[in-house]
């Protein structure tokens, strides 16, 4: 069993910048792939970036066309983090922000791919 715990959330102005991370804990963190995802309200569960294992020490990361660019996903395994650096903000990415982790991913950018989640964090972008 995988427990995630999302930390960094919070009201931000439009332009600025928020890192989020995830602790993992209760499994082999450099075998899931991880990944993050958010939920405006109203609206369904929407991927906005993935990272897993590509082979050697490297490690494959993917992003949403609406992040990239501004998004940007990476690990610690040293730490069993992974962190979501989203820097020039829009209003539009408000929104509850959750960190999965799976084994056996094929894409990593569709939520009914990952086993875990965590309780999510809110991310507000005021205007």
């Known amino acids: 069993q995988v427990q995630l715990v999302e930390s960094g959330g919070g009201l931000v102005q439009a332009g600025g910048s928020l890192r989020l991370s995830c602790a993992a804990s209760g499994g082999t963190f450099t075998s899931y792939a991880m990944g993050w995802f958010r939920q405006a309200p109203g609206k369904e569960r929407e991927f906005v970036a993935t990272t897993r294992w590509s082979g050697g020490t490297l490690y494959y990361a993917d992003h949403a066309d609406s992040v990239k660019g501004r998004f940007a996903i990476s690990r610690d395994n040293a730490k069993n983090t992974v962190i979501l650096q989203m820097n020039v903000l829009k209003t539009e990415d408000t929104a509850v922000y959750y960190c999965?982790?799976?084994?056996?991913?094929?894409?990593?950018?569709?939520?009914?791919?990952?086993?875990?989640w965590g309780q999510g964090t809110q991310v507000t972008v005021s205007s």
């Open positions: 999965a982790a799976g084994l056996g991913i094929a894409t990593g950018t569709k939520a009914r791919e990952y086993h875990y």
